[in-house]
């Protein structure tokens, strides 16, 4: 008798234990949580930025990112291409800080973005459940005409969040919209870019 329970317990351990799929919608709500740069308002005249060349630099591009919690496996899915989210985060954050963008490549400064990390993690306790998500992305802001280098940097976003008792899903997403929100955030932020782009303008 013994042996059977202890067989239909592995029995029930084996079909728990299986991988999910998530998708994430990525629409961080930018225009409402982004907020005017400390440092790109500082740049006059007004520029304008556009849109330049998206590239994805991980080393798994099957999936946005996958994580464990027990015996469950969680791989995250895209629904909308995270080139998407994190141009239009750039767009919320540049005009929000008094600069012009442009979804066409014309324009004074080309903004190239290369994806090369993002992380998340859901962790369940007796009492909390909590969530964090990391994201990173090199920016490269290039002259649109002459093709010079005029600033690169390395930007990162995270998120660490927990509430009592369940957390769903839910809270891995909402973590993720709020790293990305981060990661924009410090573009307009970055002191060295504004010195940079003050410097481009002459």
């Known amino acids: 008798m013994r042996k059977k329970v202890f067989v239909l317990a592995l029995v029930l351990v084996f079909v728990a234990?299986?991988?999910?799929?998530?998708?994430?919608?990525?629409?961080?709500?930018?225009?409402?949580?982004?907020?005017?740069?400390?440092?790109?308002?500082?740049?006059?005249?007004?520029?304008?930025?556009?849109k330049g060349e998206f590239s994805d630099k991980r080393t798994d591009?099957?999936?946005?990112?996958t994580f464990k919690q027990a015996v469950h496996t969680y791989d995250l899915y895209e629904e909308r291409p995270v080139a998407d989210a994190l141009f239009e985060g750039l767009d919320a954050a540049i005009t929000a800080s008094?600069?012009?963008?442009?979804d066409v490549?014309?324009?004074?400064?080309?903004v190239n973005v290369s994806f090369l990390s993002l992380q998340a993690a859901r962790n369940a306790g007796f009492v909390?459940?909590?969530?964090?998500?990391?994201?990173?992305?090199?920016?490269d802001f290039v002259d649109a005409k002459k093709g010079d280098m005029i600033y690169t940097n390395v930007f990162s976003g995270n998120d660490e969040r927990s509430q009592a008792m369940i957390g769903l899903i839910g809270m891995v997403k909402d973590?993720?919209?709020?790293?990305?929100?981060?990661?924009?955030?410090?573009?307009?932020?970055?002191?060295?870019?504004a010195k940079a782009l003050k410097k481009f303008k002459g």
């Open 17 to 50: 234990a299986c991988t999910h799929r998530v998708d994430i919608a990525m629409r961080p709500n930018f225009k409402a949580q982004l907020q005017k740069g400390h440092e790109l308002p500082n740049v006059t005249p007004a520029i304008l930025f556009c």
């Open 61 to 65: 591009l099957t999936k946005l990112a």
């Open 98 to 102: 008094g600069h012009k963008w442009s």
């Open 105 to 110: 490549p014309y324009g004074e400064v080309k």
């Open 128 to 139: 909390m459940v909590g969530a964090t998500s990391a994201i990173q992305v090199k920016i």
């Open 175 to 193: 973590s993720i919209d709020a790293s990305i929100i981060r990661c924009i955030q410090s573009v307009v932020d970055d002191a060295e870019l």
